[in-house]
């Protein structure tokens, strides 16, 4: 079954450009299907990627892992103890307006 994973940013002012730059160089690890930037108001964006399942996710956690380490100098701190991300990810449950 598929699944998702959303992780929330914040940047720093005047790193919104490297920022994307650092994902456009991203390649896609094994069991991604896509995936999407979305700017989400001033300095803040949201990253959601579909994969072939949850299992997909959990094998590629040190890659993203690996991926945020590049550009989390970038980041400000989400603040409430969530550091410099707010990540969650699960599998569908229910598809809605597919065709």
């Known amino acids: 079954m598929t699944a998702y994973n959303v ?3 914040k940047l720093k002012s ?3 450009q490297a920022f994307l730059d650092a994902h456009k160089k991203f ?3 094994a069991g991604m299907i896509a995936g999407d930037m979305i700017k ?3 300095l803040n964006y ?3 990627a579909k994969w072939k ?3 997909k996710i959990v094998e590629a956690r040190p890659q993203m892992i690996s991926m945020l380490d590049s550009f989390r100098n970038m980041l400000e701190d989400r603040g409430n103890g969530l550091g410099v991300t707010d990540a969650v990810s699960g599998p569908v449950v ?3 307006a597919h065709k």
């Open 7 to 9: 992780v929330r940013f």
């Open 14 to 16: 005047g790193q919104e």
């Open 94 to 96: 229910l598809e809605l």
């Open 40 to 42: 989400t108001g001033d």
């Open 46 to 48: 949201c990253l959601v």
């Open 53 to 55: 399942s949850f299992d």
């Open 27 to 29: 390649k896609p690890v």
